[in-house]
């Protein structure tokens, strides 16, 4: 099945369905690459209709027995699974970049060690799944149950893929469903560790994980019958297609969709601190292949030409290389279908007429960076914020800057987006950082910082970013439980 796998890497044995790991009904498979070089490393099974009808089968066998488990053991549950990630954490991260290009020291080991505090996080709200009562007269006892909505198809993408599955398969056991999860085509090899692990400690069936595309064992998980719940992380344009399938049979549906966010700079922050924040929140060193990537800068005029500078001092200053590499800052985009269209935003760039190359351009076409999907982080200013490299979602390094005047005009350009995902605001004014925080519209604005999600926060989009939150208590509860009420009368 494999060629040479590096050392310390999870080489997969099938796709889990009912507790047991298995091919697909067809025989059919497909390779892995490996970004970096442009190789395949391994082989999984090709998923469809039939797989998903199986591994559906098991997630209902498996669901009336989970859903009665008490909520604590459950949670125990997660909680030995948070452990036991958290004891493989070096494989897991050297798989995720293996098969990602996200660099290890500077992306995957935090995937892997996030994932096993997810699970930790909600392996610890169990008890916390709970109901009211309503005060409806001393002769009637009212009162609401948190129930599980039952089997789970869960649809995930390659970008921060194990993280990603995570946020879904942690809160919705928790809250006693089970699940059909399809991994993305391009990185289901820590997904498939990940499943590995906690299939150690759950009854056959709870998980399921497919390996396959998204026209194949997604489109059959998503118009499943049998599935009560559909949760989607990827483009807006799938979203809407897994939104319909929800719509034909009335089931709930969360959707984690793109982005392009704004970063909103005041003239007092031209300072290294934000400067150090805005390649953070550009994630250039994830090749800016996030969700949250603040792609749009907004520059106050009078620092617009210094602050340029500070920030091409940085961002060049990265090391851009092998990802398993402890030396690299930024890895490789992951395939060649992401990285001919993130050459083709730079090229349109460069045609421009109105935009001006601050730095970087497209990847060489020789030396060691062309063995693989190597871009570099590139900046273009313009005035605009009407062409297509300001308004579309590249998920590559390519930031546009744009010079603003009044801080209303700018506002009101950072919210002439059909996209409301995340937002950064830069000043050390607090009050006129939080002025801006509240009229942005999106679900997240970070103010003089520009990281990650952390578990706790409820984190989704606004606009055309999604619907329904993740990472929090409230997201478990609204996303992964309906509510019953049960109204009794005391008078008999
Ligand atoms: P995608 O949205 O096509 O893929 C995400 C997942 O959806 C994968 O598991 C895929 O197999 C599945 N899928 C695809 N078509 C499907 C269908 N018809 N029914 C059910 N499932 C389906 O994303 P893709 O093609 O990998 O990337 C394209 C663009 O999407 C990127 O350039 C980026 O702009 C955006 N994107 C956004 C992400 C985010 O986190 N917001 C993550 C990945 C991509
Ligand atoms: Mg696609």
Known sequence: MSTAMPANTYQPK????DGKWVGSVSGAHFSVENPAKRKPITDVPRAGAADVDAAVEAAGKALSAWKKVVPRERGKVLLKIAEAIQARVEELARTIALETGNALRTQARGE?????????????????????????????????????LG?????????????LGALKIAPALC??????LKAA????????????????????????VLTGFGPEAGTALANHPRVAKLSFTGSTEVGKIVMRAAAERIVPVSLELGGKSPSLVYPDADE??????IVNAMRFTRQSQSCTAGSRLFLHEDIFDSFLKKLEKKTTSLKIGDPLDEASDIGTIINNKQYTKVCKYVQDGLERADAKLVFGGLPPKSGPLSEGYYTIPTVFADRSNDWRLAREEI?????????WSNEEEAIRMANDSHYGLAAYVWTHDIGKGLRAAHAIESGWVQVNQGGGQTPGMSYGGYKQSGLGREFSLEGMLDSFTQRKSVTVNLTV
């Not at 001393?138 to 599980?148: G, H, I, M, N």
């Not at 809250?175 to 059909?180: D, K, Q």
Request: aromatic share 8%.
């Open 14 to 17: 099938g796709m889990l369905i």
């Open 112 to 148: 892997a060690s996030m994932t096993a505090d997810i699970f930790r996080y909600f392996g610890g709200l169990a008890s916390e799944l709970k109901g009211e009562t309503v005060p409806l007269g001393e002769s009637v006892l009212s009162y609401t149950r948190r129930e599980p």
């Open 151 to 163: 089997i789970v198809g869960a649809i995930i993408p390659w970008n921060a893929p194990v993280m």
């Open 175 to 180: 809250a006693g469903n089970v699940m059909v």
């Open 185 to 208: 085509e391009d990185a289901p090899m820590g997904v498939l560790m990940m499943a590995d692990i906690c299939q150690q400690f759950l009854p056959p069936g709870v998980l399921n």
């Open 272 to 277: 290294d601190w934000a400067v150090d924040g």
């Open 395 to 403: 998920f590559g390094p390519v930031l546009v800057a744009i010079r």
